[in-house]
């Protein structure tokens, strides 16, 4: 088997999980890394036997051989390192959000198409097991016709790097351009768009929050300027709607998981009722006049799905 070679740029926190997951992938090596911190990127080359290590990331797509290129960088450098590999002829796989902007990420999307390159955004939601047995309840019509959605992610006190997690770039709109919005919200919001067939935006509107206490050492070290919590309100063509309410720190215990409402059924996504106990995927309809609250063994369903596809 030949080996399909990439390079990743950007060999933090983010980088490292991926670099684990390429590990098991066994069409996959990772040729080259880079990373402005020049001891780190060696010392991460060493770790997991990569040949080539770079401290400019223009010097890595030059490397002919790499195919794709891993962006794990921090949100507002997505879109000038991501355009440069599209340019440069790589296919690019990005680190979530698409990018710190709006602007920015549709200019990635427009220079993947006029490029003729593949560019994925890292939205894992999208491919786990509740994403698809939602997808085979909404398609064999088990909802009926579908009108709302909620998104919901929760951390009790998470906000990374005051918090104890991660580091300040998170916190910052000059390296992040927003907080847990665009940190956590995106996997949740991406998938209730996919499972609604993406349907046209027609209005938006939300409030952005950060009112709990931090530690004003860190907060100062930080430069803290982003949302701890962002709440909003979509309307789409249709009548269909979306609310969202996404916290890396709320002074609750829990908040339930995202869901789906359809005229004869809802699905529910796990979410955390509290950190200890998360809550399951779950199917509501009414059957024989019996409102019918069911759990799904996604386990053994998933099993036979492979079995037979």
Known sequence: MQKIKIGLIGVGQIGKMHLDQYQQIPAVEVAAVCDVHAEEAKRVAAAYGIPRVYTDFRELLRQEDLVAVDVCLHNNLHQPVTSAALEAGKHVYCEKPIAGSYKDGLKMVEDAERCGRMLHIQLAKLYDAETWAAKQLIDAGKLGKLYHARSTGFRRRGRPFVDGYGTA???????????????????????????????EVKRVSGHTYQEMAMDEARRNLSGFNVEEMGAGFVRFAGGVTL???????????????????????????????????????????TIADLDMDCRVDLEQALLRHRRLS
């Open 169 to 199: 770039a998170f916190t910052r709109k000059e390296t992040a351009g927003g907080g847990a919005i665009y940190d956590m919200g995106v996997y949740h919001i991406s998938r209730m768009l996919y499972l609604l067939g993406n349907p």
């Open 243 to 285: 609310d969202i309410i996404e916290s890396w720190a709320l002074h609750l215990g829990g908040l339930e998981g995202s869901a789906i409402a359809g005229s004869e059924g809802g699905v529910r996504f796990s979410g955390a009722v509290s950190e200890s106990a998360p809550n399951a995927f779950s199917y509501h309809t």
